[in-house]
């Protein structure tokens, strides 16, 4: 049973944004902190960036520090991905996942589906 559906993926060009969006039932947004990953083919789950339960703190991958921004809106229990500045190399399957804390290595307790992110040269 899918627990959070990302929406907002699609096809950019360099340099292009575009924001991510990750809706969750409240009993599950409410409690846990909230984290993006991405994969690409043939490629690991890699953590680009995470926000705690209150979004008081985040965290971003080296790759994301700078270009993207994780927030989280509690009258939505939607958390989003502001991404700039993209290049090729974003290009992936975006996933969100909730857990009790953030973590940059995969050990969320619930995942979305996925988003495909295509960036253009």
């Known amino acids: 049973q899918v627990q959070l559906v990302e929406s907002g993926g699609g096809l950019v060009q360099a340099g292009g944004s575009l924001r991510l969006s990750c809706a969750a039932p409240?009993?599950?947004?409410?409690?846990?902190?909230m984290a993006w990953f991405r994969q690409s083919p043939g490629k690991e789950r890699e953590f680009v960036a995470a926000i705690t339960r209150s979004g008081g703190t985040t965290d971003y991958s080296a790759s994301a520090r700078g270009r993207f921004t994780i927030t989280r809106d509690k009258a939505k229990n939607t958390v989003y991905l502001q991404m700039d500045s993209l290049k090729p190399k974003d290009t992936a399957v975006y996933y969100c996942a909730a857990g009790w804390l953030i973590n940059r290595s995969p050990e969320y307790d619930y995942w979305g589906q996925g988003t495909q992110v295509t960036v253009s040269s």
């Open positions: 409240e009993r599950i947004f409410g409690r846990n902190a």
